[in-house]
């Protein structure tokens, strides 16, 4: 059976203006993204002797050992990881990140002489974490990858059942872990700063300062729960009428979209509340 990622239009497939208009936007966002994480990367982390998590990272700390670039060891790292990704997810998925692999290490081998070098490695690990972080999240939000773990990461949750965040937390362990032990202690937690921050604003950048998550709450309290979410949280609700697999008893599903700011208001929902005295009606999760 054809994997979906091998399943690409064909050459008949009619293509729109607002359909080029956003490739080329997506192919900018790209180019501009690695670009920036190369900069990142050579001027500010490699430039100032600090290291990352990631297959970056493990580039970076070969490369203080052997001088070899940045680039060409990011690309040699790549290579087995592009093999397993076509064999496992598939031929669209492996040459979207090809794509973005050939960029980064084009730009890495292209801005490997730029140097930002900064006494305070404190600020230089912000500094690079966050201009990592803006080039690794427009790479995103254009719908690519920068290579490395992201194949092994998809792969592992496909295969495996890992989700893609405990597949970066594991790897990032070890490569943090490497950087303490081969460069000291204080590397591999300015390692850590960078790794965090750019991931931080990687997501910022991918998803936009106003994340909205979608809610699901079965409840036997249908009116009072869409009168909360219609009334106090102010948003709209859908009802659904669902049946309890195991009990088979029909209860009422409720789903809205909240924002992160009201995350915290979605605890009463799922709580008893009293009624209040004015005779508004009391939630029961």
């Known amino acids: 059976m054809r994997s979906p990622d091998d399943i690409v239009p064909t050459p008949s497939t009619p293509r729109t203006p607002g359909r080029e208009g956003a ?77 973005g ?36 999240g427009l790479m995103f939000r254009a719908g690519g990858s920068s290579g490395g773990l992201d194949i092994l990461a998809q792969h592992l949750r496909h295969h495996r059942g890992l989700t893609v965040a405990e597949t970066y937390l594991v790897a990032d362990g070890i490569v943090l872990a490497a950087a303490g032990l081969l460069l000291g202690a204080d590397t591999a937690l300015y390692a850590l700063i960078v790794t965090f921050v750019g991931g931080r604003v990687a997501d910022l950048i991918q998803e936009g300062p106003n994340r909205a998550k ?49 995350d915290s208001f979605v605890a009463p929902c799922a709580r008893p509340v009293e009624p209040q005295r004015d005779g508004a009606p009391g939630l029961q999760g």
């Open 101 to 136: 692999a050939g960029l980064v290490t084009g730009a890495l081998i292209l801005t490997r002489s730029v140097r930002f070098p900064m006494d305070d490695l404190l600020l230089a690990s912000l500094y690079g974490g966050v201009i990592n972080g803006t080039g690794l």
């Open 214 to 262: 979608a809610v699901l709450i079965i409840t036997d309290r249908v009116e009072s729960l869409t009168h909360y979410v219609t009334s106090v949280l102010e948003r709209g609700a859908t009802v659904f009428d669902v049946r309890g697999a195991y009990t088979g008893r029909p209860r009422g599903l409720v789903m809205t979209v909240l924002s992160r700011d009201f």
């Open 23 to 99: 490739d080329l936007r997506s192919g900018l966002m790209l180019v501009a993204g690695a670009a920036i994480f190369s900069l990142g990367l050579n001027g500010l982390v490699v430039a100032n002797g600090l290291a990352e998590g990631g297959l970056s990272g493990i580039s970076v700390i070969i490369h203080y050992f052997t001088g070899w670039p940045v680039g060409v060891l990011y690309l040699l790292l790549n290579v087995p990881l592009l093999v397993l990704g076509y064999v496992s997810l598939g031929g669209r998925f492996t040459l979207r990140t090809l794509v």
